[in-house]
């Protein structure tokens, strides 16, 4: 989950311009509540997610908040089949 420190058209529009060209989120989702985006990300292994973490969302200048879970198992992932 990402937070914003602006709210402006334009911080928002450079975030979604910069999470469509990274290869490693596979959804983007705008929404409402405490944060502004729900990103799934999916790396090869923690190291490659903190490369993601420092060196593409570390580097907008508007992220001010980062939440990340970790998916330890997946009982049921219909998207799987």
Known sequence: MVGLSSHTKAAQEGF???M???PEVV???NVAGSFEYLLRVES???SEY???HTEVLGTQSHVN???SYIVMGSPKDERAT
């Open 65 to 67: 908040a980062i939440t």
């Open 16 to 18: 979604e311009r910069a």
């Open 44 to 46: 090869a292994d923690l």
């Open 50 to 52: 903190k490369r993601f």
């Open 20 to 22: 469509s060209v990274a």
């Open 27 to 29: 959804e983007c989702h």
